[in-house]
């Protein structure tokens, strides 16, 4: 059981170029999340999915797309990198349940853009 | 949508002495509250946390009360070890799916 997973754990891109970040987890949860980290910030969402097949826009979308293909893996895609997107990466995910319970956080991706 | 905010953003102790974060929210329908840890360069994990329902919550030397009317929730550390010294989120959560945090306190244990 490997929990909350990420992939690439740290990349470089250059201004214009695109890549995808891979999150996984095995735990049958319903919710996925991406987040974004900046000193002073907090966790910002960028978006989130609450079931297979399903996406929504959290507070910080510009720029980012998303995708959940299959239940235990949820894609964040940039098209074309800024260095505004210099950032931790964080991916969550918890189960669907009649009341709410914790989010559980992938190790992170730590993202350059130059 | 739910704004968060949390005092103090950064926060130095002596080892042994106690240590207080507080966090408000402004979403009367939030009815969950966790605390998380970030230890530098590692993934926020779950510290404790706290629903509507109840008042306080403690575990060892954590403790987190809510106060459901004046929509401020805090987190308490008593006998504060070196190892305390991280970065703490608090967050709120309305039934819908989508967490909010604060903006985290660096808390520094000072031997």
């Known amino acids: 059981n490997a929990g909350v997973t990420q992939t690439p754990k740290f990349r470089v891109l250059k201004t214009g170029q695109s890549m995808t970040l891979l999150c996984a987890q095995d735990?049958?949860?319903?919710?996925m999340y991406w987040y974004r980290q900046d000193p002073g910030m907090g966790l910002r969402l960028i978006h989130y999915s609450v079931g297979e097949g399903t996406t929504a826009k959290g507070e910080v979308p510009d720029g980012y797309n998303v995708s959940r293909l299959k239940k235990q893996n949820f894609l964040l895609g940039l098209e074309s990198a800024a260095p505004s997107q210099t950032s931790v990466y964080f991916c969550?995910?918890?189960?669907?349940?009649?009341?709410?319970?914790?989010?559980?956080f992938g190790p992170g991706t730590r993202l350059l853009v130059l | 949508g739910e704004n968060v905010e949390q005092h103090p953003s950064t926060l130095s102790v002596q080892e042994g002495d106690s240590a207080v974060i507080k966090c408000t929210y402004s979403d009367s329908a939030s009815n969950y509250f966790p605390w998380y840890k970030q230890e530098l360069g590692k993934r926020p994990q779950l510290i404790i946390d706290i629903r509507s329902n109840v008042g306080e919550k403690k575990d060892q030397r954590i403790a987190v009360t809510l106060n459901k009317t004046a929509k401020h929730f805090s987190l308490h550390i008593t006998e504060t070890q070196p190892e305390d010294s991280a970065v703490y989120f608090c967050a709120a959560s309305i039934p819908g799916n989508q967490f909010y945090f604060g903006t985290g306190t660096s808390l520094t244990v000072i031997p």
């Open positions: 969550a995910s918890r189960p669907q349940g009649i009341s709410v319970e914790t989010q559980y």
């Open positions: 735990m049958n949860h319903e919710y």
